[in-house]
C-alpha cells in the first residue's frame, strides 16, 4: 500500500519548510509522495513548494482555485492523491520523525488514524498555558459521544473518504468535529496511533486566537444540530452558562498575557456560539 501525504496550504511560505524538511527526512519501506496544495496563497506558499518539488520527485504542488477553505483544499488534495491510502497534516506543523512510517503502518490496518498534538514545541509557554495539552494517548471527544480526529494528524483510506463525501466544505471552524460525526454515523472506528505526533503550532496574536475562538464557536451549535438530527443525546442548551460565570470570574486574569489570551479564547468562543445558536436557529449559549 502506497501513502499520499497531503498538505493543504495557504499563506505558510514561512513555516512550510519546515514541514516538508520533516517529511523528506523519513524513510518507509512502501512508495509515498507528499501533495502540496496550494489555496489562493499571496504568499510565496506556492513557489516554496514548488522549489522542494523540482529537488524532490516525492513533492507535487497542485492549486486549489476555486476559492478559499481549509476543507476544499483537503478534498482537492485527496482527489489529487495517486495513492489510496492518504495522511493528512498541515503547512505551519511539523510532523514528527515517526509520523510516515507511523501513519503507512496504521493505514494498512484501519480505516481512520489520528495521532497526539504535542504543543510544546513550537509554542511558548505562556501560550500552552490558555489552551492546555491535549492526550497523549486518546482521542478527544465531543459532547462526551464520538472520538473526534484531528483533521492535521488524520489518516483515512480513499474509501471512506468516498463513501463518507468527503469534508463539509461549507464548515469553518469545528470542521473536524463535524467529520468526526459522519464518521461515528458510519460506524467508522478512529484508531489513535501514538507514533503518529505531530508538533502542533497554536495561533500567536490576539487577533489570531479571537478569529479562530469565533469559528469554532460558530460551528459548535451547527454539530449539535447534527447530533439531534441523528437522534443522538445532545448536551444541555445552557451547559455553556458555566463559561460565561468563567469570564466573570477571571476577567481580574487579564492582567497577564497568559490570562488575557485565555480569556479572549473563551470569549471568542462563547460569543461565536451565540452568533452560531441564531444561525442554526437552536438555543445553545
Given at each position: 500500500m502506497g501513502l499520499s501525504v497531503v498538505i493543504p496550504a495557504r499563506n505558510v511560505a514561512e513555516t512550510l519548510p519546515a514541514q516538508l524538511d520533516a517529511l523528506l527526512s523519513q524513510e518507509w519501506g512502501g512508495p509515498w509522495e507528499i501533495v502540496v496544495v496550494d489555496n489562493l496563497s499571496s504568499d510565496a506558499t506556492a513557489e516554496v513548494a514548488q522549489g522542494y518539488s523540482s529537488r524532490d520527485a516525492r513533492v507535487r504542488v497542485v492549486a486549489a482555485t476555486n476559492r478559499a477553505g481549509l476543507c476544499y483544499a483537503r478534498d482537492a488534495g485527496v482527489r489529487a492523491a495517486r495513492f489510496d491510502a492518504i495522511a493528512i497534516c498541515d503547512g505551519d506543523d511539523v510532523v514528527a520523525p515517526t509520523w510516515v512510517r507511523a501513519m503507512g503502518e496504521a493505514l494498512e490496518l484501519h480505516q481512520v488514524v489520528t495521532g497526539p498534538l504535542d504543543v510544546d514545541r513550537l509554542n511558548p509557554p505562556w501560550l500552552v498555558g490558555t489552551r492546555g495539552r491535549p492526550s497523549a494517548c486518546t482521542c478527544a471527544t465531543w459532547f462526551g459521544l464520538f472520538p473526534v480526529v484531528s483533521g492535521g494528524n488524520l489518516g483515512l483510506r480513499r474509501d471512506v473518504w468516498e463513501m463518507t463525501g468527503g469534508f463539509d466544505e461549507a464548515f469553518l471552524g469545528a470542521?473536524?468535529?463535524?467529520?468526526?460525526?459522519?464518521?461515528?454515523?458510519?460506524?467508522?472506528?478512529?484508531?489513535?496511533?501514538?507514533?503518529?505526533?505531530?508538533?502542533?503550532?497554536?495561533?500567536?496574536?490576539?487577533?489570531?486566537?479571537?478569529?479562530?475562538?469565533?469559528?469554532?464557536?460558530?460551528?459548535?451549535?451547527?454539530?449539535?444540530?447534527?447530533?439531534?438530527?441523528?437522534?443522538?443525546?445532545?448536551?444541555?442548551?445552557?451547559?455553556?452558562?458555566?463559561?460565561?460565570?468563567?469570564?466573570?470570574?477571571?476577567?481580574?486574569?487579564?492582567?497577564?498575557?497568559?490570562g488575557r489570551a485565555r480569556w479572549a479564547w473563551v470569549a471568542a468562543n462563547r460569543l461565536g456560539q451565540v452568533r452560531g445558536s441564531m444561525r442554526a436557529r437552536t438555543v445553545f449559549v
Open positions: 470542521e473536524d468535529a463535524e467529520f468526526s460525526l459522519r464518521l461515528y454515523e458510519q460506524g467508522v472506528r478512529v484508531h489513535f496511533e501514538p507514533e503518529a505526533r505531530v508538533h502542533y503550532r497554536y495561533r500567536q496574536s490576539f487577533r489570531d486566537l479571537w478569529r479562530q475562538g469565533t469559528q469554532y464557536g460558530l460551528a459548535r451549535p451547527m454539530v449539535r444540530r447534527r447530533v439531534i438530527e441523528l437522534g443522538l443525546p445532545a448536551p444541555s442548551p445552557v451547559a455553556g452558562w458555566k463559561s460565561w460565570l468563567w469570564l466573570v470570574a477571571y476577567l481580574p486574569t487579564v492582567v497577564t498575557t497568559t
